[in-house]
C-alpha cells in the first residue's frame, strides 16, 4: 500500500535535524580565534637540519659598502652570519688591503692601505636566505652586478686577487712613491738641494728616484732619497 505523503514528510524532518541539534537560524557562527594564545600551550619541537649539506657552490661576491666602515661593517657581517647560524653558507669575508711603507715627517712607517675603498669581498653560496642576510646588513650597499642580479667575480680576477694577497704576505712592505717617470721634481734636501729636473727611474723596493739633473751643462742621472723631492 503506497506511504502516505503526510507520513513521509514527518520522516524526513525527522531524519534531518537530529532531536539535540538546534534549528540554523542563519546567524553566523562564532568562531574561536585562531591567533588566540592557549595557557597550556608548549613550543613545537622544530626539526633542526643545521648538519644538512647546504645545496649549492661557494661564489666570491663584490658588495658595495660605505666608504671609511669597511672593517666594522665586515666585522659586522661575520657577527650576524654567526648568530643566524647560517656559518656554513659563507667562506672568507675580506677587505683587499695591501702593506705600503711610508716616510712623514721624515719618519719610515707602515701602513695598510685598501685596495678597492667602499667595497668587501665574500665567499658565499647565494639563496634566498643569505641574500637576504647580507642586503639586511647595515652598511652594505648591494650586490655589484647587471640588472639587479648578483654576479659573481670571474675564476682568473678571484685567483689574482688571491694571489697578490699571497704575494704580499711574504713580501716587504713596497712604498708609497707619488711620482711616475717624466714629472718634473725639485729637490729639497742634500747636495742638490733646490735643483730641478726629471724622473727617469722610480726603485719602489728601496725608496729611491733617479732624477735627471743639468749638472754643469749635462744632463746626469742622480739617485735620491723619494721624500727628498716635491712636484713642481
Do not use: C
Request: hydrophobic share 35%; charged share 35%; net charge negative.
Amino acid at each position: 500500500m503506497p506511504a502516505d505523503h503526510g507520513d513521509l514528510a514527518a520522516s524526513t524532518d525527522i531524519a534531518a535535524t537530529p532531536a539535540d541539534e538546534d534549528e540554523d537560524d542563519g546567524t553566523p557562527a562564532e568562531l574561536d580565534d585562531p591567533f588566540a594564545g592557549d595557557e597550556d600551550a608548549k613550543p613545537i619541537d622544530m626539526v633542526d637540519d643545521e648538519d644538512a649539506a647546504p645545496v649549492g657552490d661557494r661564489h666570491w661576491y663584490i658588495l658595495k659598502v660605505q666608504s671609511n666602515r669597511e672593517d666594522s661593517i665586515r666585522e659586522t657581517l661575520q657577527r650576524r652570519i654567526s648568530m643566524q647560524g647560517l656559518d656554513r653558507f659563507f667562506g672568507e669575508v675580506i677587505v683587499p688591503k695591501e702593506q705600503v711603507t711610508e716616510f712623514k715627517s721624515g719618519k719610515k712607517r707602515v701602513v695598510s692601505r685598501k685596495l678597492y675603498p667602499g667595497y668587501i669581498l665574500v665567499n658565499m653560496i647565494l639563496n634566498d636566505e643569505t641574500w637576504y642576510l647580507v642586503r639586511e646588513t647595515g652598511g652594505i650597499g648591494d650586490f655589484t652586478g647587471s640588472a639587479g642580479r648578483p654576479s659573481p667575480m670571474l675564476p682568473q680576477d678571484v685567483a689574482k686577487l688571491l694571489n697578490k694577497s699571497e704575494e704580499k704576505t711574504d713580501e716587504s712592505p713596497r712604498l708609497k712613491i707619488n711620482f711616475k717617470k717624466g714629472d718634473r721634481v725639485k729637490i729639497n734636501e742634500g747636495t742638490f738641494e733646490n735643483f730641478e729636473g726629471e724622473v727617469e727611474a722610480i726603485d719602489e723596493a728601496n725608496g729611491r728616484v733617479t732624477v735627471m739633473l743639468s749638472i754643469f751643462g749635462r744632463s746626469t742621472p742622480v739617485d735620491i732619497e723619494y721624500w727628498q723631492i716635491e712636484s713642481v
